[in-house]
């Protein structure tokens, strides 16, 4: 079975800075997608980025990016200029083949406090 | 505002009663799902509907009862809960399960509370 590790309960980033958020997760699959989610108090869970396991060039939204390490099974978010409203829960999440029945498998979460 | 609207977005509830959570989705989508996210835990998948059909039941006990009567609306019927099932309910959608990198949209929960 998938699984998906978030080893840091909580970040702390200092406003305008740079803070990388770790995620490593286990598979048998070749081919799959990976995710981070943002949740704000709000409790919505929004989208941040995608990475196609099959694509070896490094997604970026702006300035979220992130670092995929498929042999290493490791997928870590970098968050750069830091911002107030960038402080949430951030989840990472697979999705496997559509074998897996489409689900989203998360992780843990991480805490992330934005300091001004 | 959300493409997936929740209601409602608070619910108290004791043992024995009957309760619904409402989730409707105005994207176009085809797959429908409930999660569940419980404190300290992960998010943990409950059930996965596809035109409306069943595919997913993630060993749910039967006090969750699930409902998808078109492809834009999901209901989570509740019945004889117990506390450990407060927790904040959250419904999603994607255009279907068929392709793995469709993007799965969130509404903003239900937060249920038993008594």
């Known amino acids: 079975a998938q699984t998906v590790t978030q080893s840091q309960p909580e970040m702390s980033v200092q406003e305008a800075e740079t803070v990388t958020l770790s995620c490593t997760y286990d598979?048998?699959?070749?081919?799959?997608?990976l995710f981070w989610y943002k949740q704000p108090p709000s409790r919505q869970m929004i989208l941040v980025i995608r990475?196609?396991?099959?694509?070896?060039q490094n997604a970026t939204e702006n300035r979220f990016s992130v670092n995929f390490q498929k042999a290493a099974k490791s997928f870590s978010l970098k968050i750069s200029d830091s911002q107030l409203g960038d402080a949430a829960m951030y989840f990472c999440?697979?999705?496997?083949?559509?074998?897996?029945?489409?689900?989203?498998?998360f992780g843990q979460g991480t805490e992330l406090s934005v300091k001004p | 505002e959300t493409g997936v609207t929740q209601t409602p977005r608070h619910l108290v509830m004791g043992m024995t009663n009957k309760k619904s959570l409402k989730c409707e989705q105005h994207?176009?989508?085809?797959?429908m799902y409930w999660y569940k996210q419980s404190a300290k835990k992960p998010l943990e998948l409950m059930f996965v509907?596809?035109?409306?059909?069943?595919?997913e039941n993630n060993s749910v006990p039967s006090r969750f009862s699930p409902e998808c009567p078109n492809s834009s609306h999901l209901f989570l019927h509740l019945h004889t809960l117990q506390p450990e099932d407060s927790a904040l309910y959250l419904c999603?959608?994607?255009?279907?399960?068929?392709?793995?990198?469709?993007?799965?949209?969130f509404g903003e929960g239900s937060w249920l509370t038993v008594v």
């Open positions: 999603a959608s994607s255009p279907s399960t068929l392709s793995s990198g469709n993007t799965i949209y």
């Open positions: 598979t048998s699959e070749s081919d799959y997608y």
């Open positions: 990475q196609e396991a099959y694509k070896q």
């Open positions: 999440a697979y999705r496997g083949t559509y074998n897996q029945g489409g689900k989203l498998i």
């Open positions: 994207l176009g989508h085809n797959a």
């Open positions: 509907y596809n035109f409306k059909e069943q595919t």
